[in-house]
Structure formats: structure tokens, C-alpha cells
T-cell receptor, first 114, second 114 residues
Framework: SQQGEEDPQALSIQEGENATMNCSYK?????LQWYRQNSGRGLVHLILIRSNEREKHSGRLRVTLDTSKKSSSLLITASRAADTASYFCATCFITGGGADGLTFGKGTHLIIQP | EPEVTQTPSHQVTQMGQEVILRCVPISNHLYFYWYRQILGQKVEFLVSFYNNEISEKSEIFDDQFSVERPDGSNFTLKIRSTKLEDSAMYFC????????????FGPGTRLTVL
């Protein structure tokens, strides 16, 4: 299995603080994607980082990828109450068929205290 | 901004009945996917579809499941004879390029099998 596994499982911080979530996976990947899910809702794509990239930014989000350690981190800076959600990493590897499914981790449930 | 849509948002059915879940992918996307999420568990890949045929499928996607693109816009998932354990949120996703591209998810259909 080359599933992603996030830690921590749950994280509670004060509004304005930074939140860091980590993801580990087991086998070589083509890319790694981070998604957000509000309770009972759909998955919102946040950022994709390819295996040849080490860091990517998007607004208040920063993602790093260390392929030697098979790990990634998602940093949310200056957190807001609206950032309260579950965050998932999803890995993709090429099977040759082209339309490859993502393998999701269990997610980190982030709670931002106002 | 274009988005993936799914209907219905909630489907309740009796065990043994057939259900069809519908999705309209983003219009210029070529790759389509179905995932499911049992309550409290990970998002799991079911199947991917490209060029009018299945590209990849997981062990979950057995003979009870089928997918179809009946016209130029819809993408459907059929479960022939539903079981209690099929109760889950089903997500459709699409990507413009191969699976290594960003996958955009719909809001999901919550399937409840009684």
C-alpha cells in the first residue's frame, strides 16, 4: 500500500496561530495533493505538489515534500475560524493506465478556537 | 468557476435495489473517477474512466458496480443490488489531463441502504 497517513489526527489551536499537519506515505509517488473537507461536505482541492518539487505556496498555505523521507507537510498560517475542517493528503502514482486513482489518508481534524 | 456536480445529494434505498448516481464532470475534462467514503473512514478510490472505458479499478469495484458515460456530459455509477455496507458518501471527480493532474471533486451523494 502507498497510502498517505496524516498526523496529528486532531489539532486544536487559537485563531491567528499557525497549523502544521504532516503526511507520510510508503511508496514512490508522482504527486501529492492536499484536500479540505468541511463536516459532511465535499472535498475541496487545496494544492498539488509534484515529486520533483520541494515546496509550494498558495495564499496562506505552504506545502513541503520530502521524497527521501516520503513525507509532506501542510502549513496554514494566520489561521481563521473558517479553516476548521478535516485535511487530507492524497497520493498518486503512475500505473501506466493514465487515469490513476488517489489514495487518501485518514485526515487531520483541525479546530480553530476563536 | 466550473465545478463537478452530482445528483441526487441524498439517496435512500432498500437493500437489493439498484441505484444510479449521477455526475456532471467539468466540461473540458477527460478523466473521470468515483470514490466513496464510509462514515468516519477514509476516502477510497473505486474506479477511473477515460476514453469511454475503465482505466483503473480498485478491489472494491466488483461486479455489482458499473460506470457509464451515456452522453457527452453525464458520468454515472450504478450499483446493481445494494447492500447495507454500500451506505456511504460517493464522490465523483474529474481531471483535465491524466490522473497525475489535479482532481476536482463534486459535493457527493450520500447513499443510505436500509
Amino acid at each position: 500500500s502507498q497510502q498517505g497517513e496524516e498526523d496529528p489526527q486532531a489539532l486544536s489551536i487559537q485563531e491567528g496561530e499557525n497549523a502544521t499537519m504532516n503526511c507520510s506515505y510508503k511508496t514512490s509517488i508522482n504527486n501529492l495533493q492536499w484536500y479540505r473537507q468541511n463536516s459532511g461536505r465535499g472535498l475541496v482541492h487545496l494544492i498539488l505538489i509534484r515529486s520533483n518539487e520541494r515546496e509550494k505556496h498558495s495564499g496562506r498555505l505552504r506545502v513541503t515534500l520530502d521524497t527521501s523521507k516520503k513525507s509532506s507537510s501542510l502549513l496554514i498560517t494566520a489561521s481563521r475560524a473558517a479553516d476548521t475542517a478535516s485535511y487530507f493528503c492524497a497520493t498518486c502514482f503512475i500505473t501506466g493506465g493514465g487515469a490513476d486513482g488517489l489514495t487518501f489518508g485518514k485526515g487531520t481534524h483541525l479546530i480553530i478556537q476563536p | 468557476e466550473p465545478e463537478v456536480t452530482q445528483t441526487p445529494s441524498h439517496q435512500v434505498t432498500q437493500m437489493g435495489q439498484e441505484v444510479i448516481l449521477r455526475c456532471v464532470p467539468i466540461s473540458n475534462h477527460l478523466y473521470f473517477y468515483w470514490y466513496r467514503q464510509i462514515l468516519g473512514q477514509k476516502v477510497e478510490f473505486l474506479v477511473s474512466f477515460y476514453n469511454n472505458e475503465i482505466s483503473e479499478k480498485s478491489e472494491i469495484f466488483d461486479d455489482q458496480f458499473s460506470v457509464e458515460r451515456p452522453d457527452g456530459s453525464n458520468f454515472t455509477l450504478k450499483i446493481r443490488s445494494t447492500k447495507l455496507e454500500d451506505s456511504a458518501m460517493y464522490f465523483c471527480a474529474s481531471s483535465r489531463l491524466a490522473g497525475t493532474d489535479t482532481q476536482y471533486f463534486g459535493p457527493g451523494t450520500r447513499l443510505t441502504v436500509l
